[in-house]
């Protein structure tokens, strides 16, 4: 293992080499890419030792094997996320968690099965004191940027508690992330009006608005893409299922226009000429252009990425975690979350 | 008041005319339109008789003024749901309910505070035998016609057995009124696997397994456009915010089509010729032309439509109620219901 030395900067980031569904592959091109292109960023990869060392003569690629961090075990798609952890405590996710857990990484980076990977970040690497759930949050497209929404997937039948905690951090992110100064909160729900929530977005509004946070109110399924907030929390369950609604417009949009296309040569024409400008400005859509996303409140980096990432998402989930990592994001969010536990 | 006499699909419709941003006028050129053209509706306009009398003088219409109910009181916008069916019992909204209940009238047709319009319907006219919850849904433009979405705000904080009836309701909905043939139904959630619910979807999903409707499991939010349901089932919070977001999509479309356009002269005049096939291929994520949605499980035929409703969507609202007359809607539920509640 290399000492990280005395560079702040330096930051050692673990590989899930086997995750996603051209591992590990895509892992390897991507991670080591990061890595050659930020002389601060200094991978490991876990997984199969074999199989990563044959993409690497392979691709005739140049990497330190002391830094390939052999793993028996592999955590499928389908496998049960606690389940899993237990059965297979070699695999290269567990394995990777806990480098973290003991400090030997700053950051992990999987594209596996993702209920495994938030599984193994919240038990092994632990919660940040005073968070009560973790949350993945996603970054929407709106005519203001970006709209923060928090939590899409990590939680479902949260507590008002934890909706505050969501809003806690993902301005966090908003702000250290997005550049967003003073990001606004919005409680999503059925109306702008006091009331027009259900229990828990109504009892977290009341904990917003009796906080020193940016909170704005409660805000509609609409106010999402028109960006009324900067941060907008809900429940895992609603976020999760407007987050997938969301993934699935461009596709269907295409289906509409082909469909307007069949009915008519003309308006089939001017759609075909216009193809390209369209896929322009419906890639602000494409979240896969992202990379991945981090689990925040757990005591150290994890970044989860689609199941589907191309090198080029590999690379940018190894930026973003070392981005996180050199903003101090971990003790932001606990300075702050003490801060309000406190007052609380 | 006229006897409906022995022609069964005579349908005696009362209409608050009163109800949206432009009532009377909209309302009553609406409503004297559908009535014009289908002798089996009866039309009687509730609301201040002075403001509808201008209305139908000054276009020039024909109405017995006779079935022109006057009503002294009028439900704002903004009045507390509840709070105004006590205060204002001589308000359109609440005189129109009444005629329901005492079969004066088959159907009640508003465009006004849709809070109190729900509340009217159930408090007034009663819950169909058996039904703990109305309910009202969206017809959701899908890859393969409609996807029917219960509920998208009739309540909130759902127990599973309002879902498992939203899925006996709108099912019936989507045989009867959209001509679905043995409709599929899907839970939404998280994941399609079971246990990726949170806990009203997943008590749901196990009544609905245990009961012989056509029931395919979970669904997801990208399944909703996808159309891999008929019948799409969860709590109306849920359903109200993803309602909202599918409508904020054409506006934002625009944006981004206009951002595009103005980084690139190119773009923007390819863009400008195609505006119109775009127009044409968006319109069905345009709700507006559907005109109102029925409030169901209330003992009456109850639609609500939207505050901003032209004539023609009053003369949709009209239709809908007397077809829902004439395929015995109510008693389909009833009986439905009935059927269920004897099985469990």
Known sequence: M???????????????????????????????????ENPNIEVYLAGDSKLILDVITYENLTFDKEKIIHAEQKIEMNDSPTVSLKTKPASSLVVGAKWVRDKKAEALVSAGNTGAMMAASTLIMGRIPGVGRPTIGAEMPSAKGICYLYDVGAGKDAKPNHLFEYAIMGSIFAREMGG??????????????EGKGNDVSEEAAKLLKDSKLNFIGNVEGRDILEGKA???????????????????????????????????????????????????????????????????????????????????????????????????????????????????
Request: aromatic letters at 8%; glycine letters at 10%.
């Open 230 to 344: 900067d941060v907008v929390v809900c429940d895992g369950f609603v976020g999760n299922i407007i987050l997938k609604f969301g993934e699935s417009v461009p596709k269907f949009l295409k289906y509409l226009l082909q469909q307007t296309a069949k009915k008519n040569l003309f308006d089939k024409l001017k759609i075909g000429l216009t193809r390209g400008s369209l896929r322009k400005a419906l890639k602000v859509l494409d979240y896969q252009e992202y990379g991945g996303v981090p689990l925040l409140g757990v005591n150290g980096i994890s970044i989860i990425g689609h199941g589907s990432s191309t090198p080029k998402a590999f690379k940018n989930m190894v930026f973003r975690a070392y981005e996180i990592h050199t903003k101090n994001l971990l003790s932001k969010i606990e300075n702050s979350i003490k801060q309000y536990s406190n007052l609380s």
């Open 180 to 193: 967003v100064k003073n990001p606004s909160i919005g409680v999503l729900s059925m109306g702008e009006e």
């Open 2 to 36: 290399i000492d990280s030395g005395s560079n702040p900067n330096q930051c050692r980031i673990i590989v899930d080499a086997m995750g996603g569904d051209f591992a590990p592959k895509n892992v390897v091109l991507g991670a080591l890419q990061a890595q050659s």
